[in-house]
T-cell receptor, first 117, second 113 residues
Framework: AQKITQTQPGMFVQEKEAVTLDCTYDTSDQSYGLFWYKQPSSGEMIFLIYQGSYDEQNATEGRYSLNFQKARKSANLVISASQLGDSAMYFCAMREGGQTGANNLFFGTGTRLTVIP | DVKVTQSSRYLVKRTGEKVFLECVQDMDHENMFWYRQDPGLGLRLIYFSYDVKMKEKGDIPEGYSVSREKKERFSLILESASTNQTSMYLC????????????FGDGTRLSIL
């Protein structure tokens, strides 16, 4: 079974509008972490935001927020006030297990976001 | 800023060759990782290392080996390159701890002819 599922291969959003990128995960661990990365066409992976499974508040970083719904096992990324530079592939990833040790990640297949002027 | 440097941006090799992909990080990170990225499949973990001379298999280790002789350097080795190893290879590093993000290099696009 897929540990991370991103069901939207591609999304379009108008500049200055908000957009939600979906991510669901599958784990039986109680302690885990969820990450979002951005990959522009140049290829580098840029870390955006992190949510721990025990964090009570949804994570926010500038225009990025993570809508964490633990019971539904979803960790959607919300980008507010979209900019042309937000056009990129976005990957959701999960780390299973506790906060110590190696933090190897399971990645989803990604969502390609296109911001329309 | 963390800097993860991969030795080549583009590489073309022939079937059967032994191929070395090098990765160096400058932030004294304990953990280092090698992924391959293919369209529609996302990133898949090949190997990772949480200390010098330590290595652990990821999801797709077959046909690959790794070496970590120094903390800052993590090498991926294709013992006998095959065409199905044509892919984008990404190296990453992170501090020890499950909430630490991985920092990625720019990737090496490897073509095996």
């Amino acid at each position: 079974a897929q540990k991370i599922t991103q069901t939207q291969p591609g999304m379009f959003v108008q500049e200055k509008e908000a957009v939600t990128l979906d991510c669901t995960y599958d784990t039986s661990d109680q302690s885990y972490g969820l990450f979002w990365y951005k990959q522009p066409s140049s290829g580098e992976m840029i870390f955006l935001i992190y949510q721990g499974s025990y964090d009570e508040q949804n994570a926010t970083e500038g225009r990025y927020s993570l809508n964490f719904q633990k019971a539904r096992k979803s960790a959607n990324l919300v980008i507010s006030a979209s900019q042309l530079g937000d056009s990129a592939m976005y990957f959701c990833a999960m780390r299973e297990g506790g906060q110590t040790g190696a933090n190897n990640l399971f990645f989803g297949t990604g969502t390609r976001l296109t911001v329309i002027p | 800023d963390v800097k993860v440097t991969q030795s080549s941006r583009y590489l073309v090799k022939r079937t059967g060759e032994k191929v070395f992909l090098e990765c160096v990080q400058d932030m004294d990170h304990e953990n280092m990782f090698w992924y391959r990225q293919d369209p529609g499949l996302g990133l898949r973990l090949i190997y990772f290392s949480y200390d010098v001379k330590m290595k652990e298999k990821g999801d797709i280790p077959e046909g690959y080996s790794v070496s970590r002789e120094k903390k800052e350097r993590f090498s991926l080795i294709l013992e006998s390159a095959s065409t199905n190893q044509t892919s984008m290879y990404l190296c990453a590093s992170s501090l020890f701890g499950g909430n630490q993000p991985q920092h990625f290099g720019d990737g090496t696009r490897l073509s095996i002819l």
